[in-house]
């Protein structure tokens, strides 16, 4: 099976004046293609430090993360910026839309950032309204965040996730700020897309979420303390 | 560079954010719009001015050089004074016709004007205005620009039988003859009468340049034959002041000499110079004014009007400049939320720095914009702080006196070349003053901007 993301002894230090923070002190996990996994673990667990180098925003400060084939570790801020642009799809927990844009303009947002093709072409327009659709805000393309309710804003969310096709998709806490039935629509998309084969990796401190994952890794003092189907859908 | 498609968007994208702030991006751009405003403003003042400077100076002509009668101080007048003419009556000084004879025969000289002039009471009826009294010759209309109106000017003929005639300036024949045709009348100056035969058009008047020569107002002037000047009023005119006597003695006032051209000018003043100096001796009773220096003078002194005008105004673009930046760092932190959504979704620092550039750059070249405009209404807001003065500031009085006059017939002139400078120079402080708060957006760590509240 080929492997979407591989992460291989990876360490990440802080350093706060003459301590040095030891946020992950050796992980080892390998993420293959069509796989749904959740990171859970409390806080200071070091789950946040293991998602921020996940979606390219930091490099680790020993070890290897290789995504798609890259050693996301070695790259320049730039490269960096390409590989979360091309192969990462970010969900978080607030949404973060950009407020003065339409829900299209948001979903359109990642294109504006290609490398290769910043213009945003026919069939892009096309790719962005069936995402759209997808998702359940075919006739809302016009509103902007604020005329939106948390789920529809978490949906737009998704579809912009979507955009460029990433290798994997990253979702920070996704259902945080949801109440319990539009939970389930969010997490029941998730689950649709991994059932067409998208990798996705999910970070969550509620096993509501984390039962719908194929796997849960739970993290403790910056180490994996347990790996594997720890959860299922019908209650351990 | 960029494609062109992208740009575009760059800069639409920077409109859609300036516009969701309407009020604070108008307040911040109001800065850029007075400055490019008064830049535009201050070199249109400037250059009327200088203009209007010029004309002055041309007026009396480029390819003049006037040489003048002075009066010499007290002391060095008794010194080198009368003794040697023989019969001496009072204080006796200045050029004399000798002199014009002598100057009339330089090289390169194509004409000369010898003129005698007085300031007397004038009669006609009950009338009695004061006028400065020309003597002159059939040249003069054409050394000083004058044009005749009505009737004709003095011919040389006229000079030759010693007529009593006489042509007015415009004002004082207004004065002398306020319903009458004044020609064909007669007009009283000290003891004689003499018949109008023209009236000269008005002319603005001339004002005071460098000090070296005072205000002239031609319109109250009146001219009659030079040798008639000699003959009916002489070269003696005494003054009885209260409780004192003066008398002086002047052959004539002005010789007003004209070269061919323009580069002739210098030399010639020099030989003219020379000539007085070993005609007149250590007697400095004369002076020579070449318009064309004070013409090369009020060019120096328009450049250094513009330079610190275009300073002043310069220090308001700085000015606001600083507002935009200091608008858009805060733009910046309000903004780190989004930065941080765009650098997750791939934005890379150029992209960042790019997109705030591109705003900052937006603000202050519409700020241009507007500052160019308004600009262009420049004639009209001095026509307005014009009219303001004439009624509100001077009061009767001083509403003729040259200072003011200056002032009032002032027109700017817009210089075409000040709208694109001025317009340019707002975008580049727009570049300027972007740059440290789009590298500051840009060099925030992407994980502390998304957790950013």
Same mark, same amino acid.
């Given at each position: ?18 301590? !040095? ?146 290798? @994997? ?68 | ?74 002391? %060095? ?59 002159? !010759? ?8 004058? !044009? ?42 000290? %003891? ?21 020569? %005072? ?39 002005? @010789? ?15 030989? @003219? ?84 550039? !591109? ?25 307005? @702080? ?17 200072? %003011? ?49």
């Amino acid at each position: 099976m080929r492997l979407a993301a591989q992460l291989v002894d990876l360490e990440k230090h802080y350093h706060l004046g003459e301590h !040095t923070v030891k946020a992950l002190r050796g992980v080892s996990a390998d993420f293959p293609e069509g796989d749904y996994v959740a990171i859970m673990g409390s806080s200071g667990s070091g789950k946040s430090t293991l998602l921020n180098i996940l979606g390219a925003l930091d490099r680790p400060t020993m070890g290897n993360y290789i995504l798609a084939g890259y050693d996301v570790g070695t790259m320049s801020d730039d490269e960096l910026s390409e590989i979360r642009n091309r192969r990462i799809g970010f969900i978080f927990q607030s949404y973060n839309l950009i407020a003065q844009n339409t829900v299209l303009e948001n979903i359109q947002v990642p294109m504006l950032y290609r490398r290769d093709a910043r213009r945003i072409s026919a069939a892009d327009e096309h790719r962005c309204l069936d995402l759209a659709a997808k998702v359940g805000l075919g006739d809302r393309l016009d509103h902007r965040p604020f005329q939106l309710s948390g789920g529809q804003q978490q949906r737009v969310a998704i579809a912009r996730a979507l955009v460029n096709d990433p290798e @994997i998709i990253l979702a920070d806490e996704p259902t945080g700020n949801l109440d319990s039935a539009t939970e389930k629509d969010i997490m029941n998309l998730l689950s649709a897309l991994n059932d067409e084969g998208r990798t996705i990796i999910i970070v969550t401190h509620e096993t509501s979420v984390a039962r719908r994952a194929k796997r849960q890794i739970v993290m403790k003092d910056g180490l994996i303390e347990r790996d594997g189907m720890l959860l299922t859908e019908d209650g351990k | 560079m960029l494609p062109f498609g992208n740009t575009f968007r760059a800069i639409n994208l920077a409109f859609k954010s300036l516009l969701l702030h309407k009020l604070r991006s108008g307040l911040t751009m109001l800065g850029i719009v007075f400055g490019v405003f008064s830049v535009i403003a201050m070199l249109a003042i400037g250059e009327g001015a200088s203009a209007q400077a010029q004309q002055q100076v041309l007026a009396l002509g480029a390819t003049n050089i006037i040489v003048l009668s002075v009066k010499p101080p007290a002391d %060095s007048a008794q010194a080198g004074g009368g003794g040697s003419r023989g019969r001496s009556f009072g204080l006796q000084y200045g050029l004399l016709r000798s002199d014009y004879r002598l100057l009339r025969g330089l090289p390169s000289i194509v004409g000369a004007v010898p003129i005698r002039e007085i300031f007397s009471e004038t009669r006609y009826l009950q009338k009695t205005p004061n006028a400065r009294v020309v003597g002159c !010759t059939s040249q003069y209309p054409d050394m000083n620009h004058l !044009t005749i109106q009505q009737g004709r000017f003095i011919a040389d003929a006229d000079e030759d039988k010693l007529l009593n005639v006489c042509v007015l300036g415009a004002g004082i024949a207004a004065e002398l003859f306020p319903f009458d045709d004044p020609l064909g009348k007669a007009v009283q100056i000290k %003891s004689y009468r003499y018949e109008v035969i023209g009236i000269t058009q008005e002319r603005t008047a001339s004002a005071a340049i460098g000090g070296s020569m %005072s205000g002239q107002d031609y319109n109250k002037d009146i001219y009659i034959p030079l040798k008639t000047f000699q003959v009916r009023i002489g070269d003696r005119v005494a003054t009885a002041q209260a409780g004192s006597f003066s008398a002086e003695q002047v052959e004539l006032n002005q @010789i007003t000499i004209q070269v061919r051209e323009q580069k002739d000018v210098l030399p010639t003043a020099e030989v @003219i110079k020379e000539s007085l100096t070993r005609t007149h001796g250590t007697k400095k009773d004369w002076d020579v004014i070449v318009p064309l220096e004070l013409l090369r003078q009020a060019d120096q002194i328009r450049q250094i009007f513009n330079i610190v005008l275009g300073s002043i105004a310069a220090i308001s673009l700085v000015v606001g400049g600083i507002g935009i930046m200091n608008i858009m760092l805060a733009t910046v932190t309000e903004r780190t939320r989004e930065i941080g959504i765009r650098r997750a979704l791939g934005a890379r620092r150029s992209d960042i720095v790019q997109q705030f550039l !591109t705003e900052t750059i937006v603000l202050a070249g519409a700020g241009g914009l507007i500052g160019v405009l308004m600009g262009l209404a420049t004639p009209l807001a001095f026509e307005g @702080i014009q009219w303001i003065v004439e009624h509100f500031v001077l009061d009767a009085a001083t509403q003729n006196s040259p200072l %003011s006059k200056m002032f009032t017939d002032m027109h700017p002139k817009i210089n075409w070349f000040s709208l694109p400078v001025a317009f340019g120079i707002s975008v580049g402080i727009g570049i300027i003053f972007g740059i440290y708060p789009a590298r500051a957006a840009a060099y925030m760590d992407p994980i502390e901007a998304l957790r950013h509240e």
